[in-house]
């Protein structure tokens, strides 16, 4: 009896269990998306994909595909034709895209061709989209089949049409520059507007179709190196004169804080508004903000100003106004936002526990994306869930995080979010977000991947482990100097000071049991779960890799000879292998296009070498950010077995 009672004392203490089906049951909302008084969305229910529309007024949700497997097939890039009949799209797999217009009266979804990024005319008659690095065009009656639009050299992408209908713009990647391309339709002409060595991005259309608008960052024709970017050689915005392809500044972003572009989530980073202002955004203060330009140019104006960052974008109809999801005045959460561009103070739509994302504005009504601590995402417009969780969901059963606030050696302040269930000396687990720019929030998150990740923290924590999930330096939401962090990843891992950090807080608590602190991350947050193994296999009894980097120097296909290769891999889980003791789970899948699957092949073989303890789940054909739900209930099923094991 007594070898019972200690095993049982170790034991998580189960106090609201649920299952991980149910918690992973909840359908996922992305692409959300308005014309006129409709709104549509991409649904995953437990990998089936499939587009739901809402109108007015009523906004009663309704199906307009049937793809019925999870079968790994990606929906994404929704457009509305002009009249709002229709919504074009690009349904994906790993091997190929496929572009695909579905209409709102019921009739089947009909394949136009191969290809992505779909723009769809102003008239509704034809779409243009990307193939092979080239742009294509088809009519949407299927009534002439797909053909280039334009053979020329370079990457092509982010295809636009003019408001008129009679010009396309795009841009061409050639390595170390990029240009800004318009293909006239009548004369069947390529124009190139303002050529440079530099990077030119986000075309945007004047109303009159004459101008372009576009952002120029400087090319030194040189490899990127992964390091802090806190300023550099500064950007600026051009418009040019589409019959000429003669540009003119309007706007240069001064030295120091903001002379490198960061951008928001937008239709585009550039919009072009209400009288002639050009609206962007600037961290010009060290904060992701909008101002507006004249596009005659002249003095840009703050229209966000404090000390918070703004995330999503979209401008009303008529330019006048635009909506946006920001931190303000709440941290961890999501807010959303309506600001004039002519300038005025910002008023806010919502506030409150819940977190808002992705505006989209239908009619005079906007619809957005919701969550909280316990309801994961949902649409909302006029107050309506439009998309309501399963009944057997856990709703009641899950916590609430708390907000907890902790220094690192260096001082640097570091937030986080505690799943602390009630009980005796917990076993903890701490998180480690990817990326490394995301931002863990005190609710269900916005992103597919973290999404499930919140969900199997509040798993863990219906287990009986306390979660801490740690927004360390290098991520968004805390200002440029905090992304931007110092000798962070293959620079120095200064993060590696947040995963002490994080350790040490959890010790530092009465209803922590200090010999019983796992964790787990995926990515950037497998990563530095091997860099807290490899490290202080002293702080961390075990933990669970996901398709995390190894060696950023290989990653990074850094040549050997250069400065920076022993650096990079100094930075590394690899350089600290001979002092890793404690057990692992390494979890990737074998056609990963972000991560080199090879990461996880040379840390096994090196765990192997000196005889660490060591599980693998391989998936094969599966990559990053697994398509395949069973495949995500199916690693966190095998990551719950071997936290339980070690813990």
């Not at 496929?98 to 509704?124: D, T």
């Not at 004047?206 to 490899?223: H, M």
Request: proline letters at 6%; a negative charge; glycine letters at 8%.
């Amino acid at each position: 009896m007594r070898a019972l009672a200690v095993i049982l004392m170790c034991r998580p203490v189960a106090a609201q269990q649920f299952t991980l089906d149910q918690i992973l049951s909840a359908p996922f909302p992305s692409e959300l998306t308005a014309s006129r008084e409709k709104v549509a969305w991409v649904s995953n229910a437990k990998g089936v994909r499939n587009i739901k529309v809402a109108e007015a007024p009523t906004y009663q949700a309704r199906a307009i595909t049937s793809y019925a497997e999870d079968d790994g097939q990606e929906i994404s890039g929704l457009r509305w034709t002009p009249d709002a009949s229709a919504i074009v799209y690009v349904r994906s797999t790993a091997a190929n895209q496929a572009i695909w217009i579905a209409a709102l009266n019921g009739a089947a979804p009909r394949r136009i061709g191969e290809g992505e990024s779909p723009a769809v005319s102003p008239k509704g008659d034809r779409v243009v989209f990307l193939r092979r690095g080239q742009v294509w065009i088809a009519s949407m009656d299927g009534s002439a089949a797909p053909a280039p639009l334009v053979q020329a050299r370079g990457a092509a992408g982010a295809p636009v049409w003019s408001p008129d209908g009679s010009r396309i713009a795009f841009t061409s990647a050639r390595g170390d520059h990029t240009l800004i391309c318009v293909f006239e339709l009548a004369g069947n002409s390529l124009r190139y507007l303002d050529p440079s060595t530099d990077n030119d991005m986000a075309p945007e259309w004047a109303p009159d179709s004459r101008r372009v608008a576009f952002i120029r960052t400087p090319s030194s024709g040189l490899r990127a190196v992964r390091q802090a970017m806190r300023s550099g050689e500064p950007w600026s915005i051009r418009i040019a004169e589409v019959e000429t392809g003669v540009g003119r500044e309007v706007w240069h972003a001064p030295a120091g804080q903001g002379s490198v572009f960061r951008g928001v989530n937008a239709r585009n980073q550039l919009l072009w508004a209400a009288g002639d202002r050009i609206v962007f955004p600037w961290e010009g203060d060290g904060w992701t903000h909008l101002y507006a330009a004249p596009a005659s140019g002249g003095k840009a104006a703050l229209l966000t100003p404090g000390g918070f960052e703004v995330e999503d974008v979209a401008l009303a109809p008529g330019g006048a106004e635009v909506v946006y999801s920001s931190n303000q005045g709440d941290i961890d959460r999501r807010h959303l936002w309506t600001v004039p561009v002519a300038g005025g103070a910002p008023a806010a739509v919502t506030r409150g526990d819940s977190i808002e994302c992705a505006p989209a504005v239908a009619g005079d009504t906007i619809a957005f994306l919701q969550s909280d601590a316990r309801r994961p995402l949902r649409p909302v417009i006029a107050g309506r869930d439009l998309e309501p969780v399963p009944a057997d969901f856990p709703t009641q059963k899950l916590l609430a995080p708390q907000q907890v606030i902790f220094r690192a050696a260096d001082g640097l302040e570091i937030h986080g979010q505690l799943f602390a269930p009630a009980g005796g000396k917990l076993p903890a687990v701490v998180f480690f977000h990817g990326g490394s720019r995301r931002q863990m929030l005190l609710g269900w998150h916005s992103m597919y991947y973290y999404h499930n990740a919140y969900a199997f923290n509040q798993y863990l924590a219906a287990l009986g482990y306390a979660v801490l999930s740690v927004n360390y330096r290098s991520g968004i939401g805390y200002g440029l100097d905090f992304r931007e962090a110092l000798h962070y990843g293959p620079s120095g891992a200064s993060e590696y000071a947040d995963v002490k950090a994080a350790a040490e807080y959890l010790r530092s608590r009465a209803d922590i049991d200090p010999a019983r602190i796992a964790v787990w991350g995926g990515s950037y947050g497998g990563y530095l779960t091997a860099m807290a193994l490899a490290r202080n296999s002293d702080l961390f009894k075990t933990g669970v890799d996901f398709h995390g980097v190894h060696d950023w120097a290989r990653e990074l296909m850094i040549p050997a000879g250069e400065p920076d290769y022993k650096l990079a891999f100094d930075s590394s889980p690899l350089a600290f292998v001979k002092t890793w003791r404690s057990p692992v789970l390494l979890i990737a899948g074998d056609d990963d296009p972000d991560v080199q699957f090879n990461q996880t092949v040379m840390l096994a073989d090196a765990l192997r070498r000196q005889g660490v303890e060591m599980d693998e789940l391989i998936f094969p054909d599966e990559v990053h950010d697994f398509v395949m739900w069973r495949t995500w209930r199916q690693a966190y099923e095998a990551a719950s077995r071997f936290l339980a094991k070690h813990l």
